[in-house]
T-cell receptor, first 113, second 113 residues
Framework: GENVEQHPSTLSVQEGDSAVIKCTYSDSASNYFPWYKQELGKRPQLIIDIRSNVGEKKDQRIAVTLNKTAKHFSLHITETQPEDSAVYFC????????????FGQGTILTVHP | GAGVSQSPSNKVTEKGKDVELRCDPISGHTALYWYRQSLGQGLEFLIY????????KSGLPSDRFSAERTGGSVSTLTIQRTQQEDSAVYLC???????????FGDGTRLSIL
């Protein structure tokens, strides 16, 4: 089955800096890669996603890049703000286990004012 | 409804008891997913439904776990003879179709004494 590795496990940045979180996946058939933000005690919220026919997608301060050959994808947050502090999860889906998402272990992002 | 609704929000029960968790997906969403999140961990896939069928139930940890969905809407996850290791937050998500963006509910926090 699919296996998703996420790094780093914790990330601390100053307000205004950029943050990058990286994930690798194992199933070359996976074709859908969402990112979720989860604040303490809250539900995971979808912030951006990308499909395998696209190399990059951007939404305001957030961007995701995908390298199918290397089987890795990354989340980029620019001009970070304290309210960006949360746990971020990457996931992969649509492969041999069509429908389900396999999640990474999460990255705790802390943005210091 | 406006979002995925789960009940109860919290459940405390004694070891050995059976529990039933409920998920009401977003109206019109045909796919429904159950995940489990242990404290400080990522999301672990349990089962997903497309309509009333469960194409993938590979994540169910043991035969004490079962789920059903009737009428293509509400789903229930049942855990029989609960064990302490079943303590976790059980999250439900729904999407318009399989391999489409998944939207999560607030979860049920299950505590086994």
């Amino acid at each position: 089955g699919e296996n998703v590795e996420q790094h780093p496990s914790t990330l601390s940045v100053q307000e205004g800096d950029s943050a990058v979180i990286k994930c690798t996946y194992s199933d070359s058939a996976s074709n859908y890669f969402p990112w979720y933000k989860q604040e303490l005690g809250k539900r995971p919220q979808l912030i951006i996603d990308i499909r395998s026919n696209v190399g990059e997608k951007k939404d305001q301060r957030i961007a995701v890049t995908l390298n199918k050959t290397a089987k890795h994808f990354s989340l980029h947050i620019t001009e970070t703000q304290p309210e960006d502090s949360a746990v971020y999860f990457c996931a992969a889906g649509g492969g041999t286990s069509y429908g389900k998402l396999t999640f990474g272990q999460g990255t705790i992002l802390t943005v210091h004012p | 409804g406006a979002g995925v609704s789960q009940s109860p929000s919290n459940k405390v029960t004694e070891k050995g008891k059976d529990v039933e968790l409920r998920c009401d997906p977003i109206s019109g969403h045909t796919a429904l997913y159950w995940y489990r999140q242990s404290l400080g961990q990522g999301l672990e896939f349990l089962i997903y439904f497309q309509g009333n069928s469960a194409p993938d139930k590979s994540g169910l940890p043991s035969d004490r776990f079962s789920a059903e969905r009737t009428g293509g809407s509400v789903s229930t996850l049942t855990i029989q003879r609960t064990q302490q290791e079943d303590s976790a937050v059980y999250l439900c998500a729904s999407s318009f179709w399989s391999n489409q963006p998944q939207h999560f509910g607030d979860g049920t926090r299950l505590s086994i004494l």
